[in-house]
């Protein structure tokens, strides 16, 4: 066989648009650039570059990129793109969209995990097309040309167990697709598993294997997810896996620290929810919860921190001054033989805060009927603005966590309204929220306003009781989803007795402790410095914290600058 025909193929970048002047025009710019390491090729319709991409399929070519031109007749940029990723599920993908379609491009982001979206005509390529063609090449190159895991979750859209998968598989931004058991594909997904659907949810992996009602370990072990600590001794253990403890792992492993971060469920904490966080700095169009986080976890593990997701913290023991804090864990790790126990020399907790429930019937776990799952959520996440379409919903609470859930979900909520039972939202909103809140016709806002009730009906929320707290007036209304950011309980309970805490369970630091009896040394605590030396705190958690993202993450790095000089001391 002749050299030339030993040599690897090139990648392909595929564009699409069926004006032939627009096509010849963006297949000449990328070859141009990348026709010496990419073979460009141009289809002028939807159907015409699926049957060239069966066809690269076929003689084993690989596709990179593809730019699809947004409308087009027989088959839109958006259509073309869903079905070209059952193809070629890891090629990155463009959406090439004119002024007046920016908006419905910026919806479509979820519809196909578009990766960007480029505004025509774009002069020079130089400045607006070749830098993000070269990032999207980038992390292409970085993936590696193997399928996406195209993993289906079967469930009910009133079971909880399925909400919670869904949430878990988003929040670690893992692709799936989410089938209801009711639906034509759902029941022939089930049938072909050999299940007949009375345990849901039911998650079935790339290669075929069901899952039936895994648990989180189960699930973390499918994303890849360590859960359970290697060693038995590290130099620091950071117990929370929110911005501040992320920032902590990635300061203490990228200083030479042994460290590990245990995280009960999954990274990221209640930042995670957000759909958008458009004021944290560096990031000026924003940046999702579920993009930050985990780009923070991954940076963490770059460094050298060993991340262990679903495996909860019980006990915490301070033992003497200089010696190891012995930390104990739930012994739920994926083979059931996961250690139950580690040694560091120093700790960070930054175990974060959960929304509170509304003490009305219908909303509290205790409550063996609950409807936590079945249309009464605390928080929300990305995965929710497909999740509530056509519904009505309403959100309790006026902080920026309530705020950017109502942004979104106004997408394709049929109305979306925001109970608070304050004034107004300026003592609790950023300004910037409240002025897109205020300009969005979907988004009604009543203050003084709470819930006292709920109705349900086959085993679902449908409607809710309001009480004007000026009036006293009641009023029934209908509703499909119930989400809750009213104030915030810390995650202390497994630490009475071993730190100092406020008369609200957030833990007392540095000065906060002049007041409080225990301190044994003759120093002062550092800033951060719990009660218990060696043993620091970050984040949400700590007594009046600011509660902002940024905050977190800055407490986060300067915990590790505090253990610094407790190790030195030591």
Known sequence: ???????????????????????????????????????????????????????????????????????????SGIEFLEAAMDLYPMARRVLLTAYADTTAAIDAINVVDLDHYLLKPWDPPQEKLYPVIDGLLESWHAAGDHAIPYTKVIGHQWNPRSWDVRQFLARNGYPFKAFTAEEPKGRQLLEAAGLDGRQLPVVITEDGKPMVEPTDTELATMLGLSTNPSLEMYDLAVIGGG??????????????????????????????????????????????????????????????????????????????????????????????????????????????????????????????????????????????????????????????????????????????????????????????????????????VRTCTEVVGTTAADDHLVGLTLADRKSGETEDVPANRLCCFIGATPRTDWLDGVVARDDRGFILAGPDLRDVCGWSLDRPPHHLETSVPGVFVAGDVRSESAKRVAAAVGEGSMAVMFVHRYLAEA
Not at 2 to 8: G, I
Not at 11 to 33: N, T, W
Not at 291 to 311: C, N
Not at 351 to 374: H, Q, W
């Open 1 to 75: 066989m002749p050299d030339a025909e030993r040599q690897p193929r090139k990648p392909v970048i595929l564009s699409v648009d069926d004006d032939p002047a627009v096509s010849r025009a963006v297949a000449r710019d990328l070859r141009r650039h990348y026709g010496e390491r990419y073979r460009i090729v141009r289809a002028e319709s939807g159907p015409d570059a699926l049957d060239t991409l069966h066809e690269l399929k076929l003689r084993g070519d690989t596709v990179a990129v593809f730019v699809a031109d947004y409308r087009m007749p027989q088959m």
């Open 243 to 444: 911005p501040a403890g992320l920032a902590a792992a990635v300061y203490g492993a990228s200083e030479g620290l042994n460290t590990v971060l245990i995280e009960r469920a999954m990274t990221g904490g209640q930042a995670s929810r957000s759909s958008r966080i458009e004021n944290y700095l560096g990031f000026e169009n924003g940046i999702s919860g579920v993009d930050l986080t985990t780009t923070a976890r991954r940076q963490a593990e770059r460094f050298g921190a060993e991340v262990i997701t679903t495996r909860q913290a019980l006990h915490l023991q301070a033992g003497e001054i200089g010696t190891a804090r012995m930390i104990t864990f739930s012994d739920d790790s994926a083979d059931g033989e996961g250690r139950r126990t580690i040694g560091a020399r120093a700790v960070i907790l930054a175990t974060g805060v959960d929304y509170r429930e509304l003490t009305v019937t219908g909303c509290s776990a205790a409550e063996e009927s609950n409807l936590i799952g079945r249309g009464v959520y605390y928080g929300a996440s990305v995965s929710d603005a497909a999740e509530c379409a056509g519904e009505e919903v309403y959100i309790v609470g006026g902080a920026n966590s309530a705020g950017q859930a109502a942004m979104f979900m106004s997408r394709t909520a049929k109305r979306v309204t925001m109970l608070v039972r304050g004034p107004s939202l300026e003592a609790s909103m950023s300004y910037y929220l409240i002025q897109q809140i205020e300009a969005n016709d979907k988004i009604e």
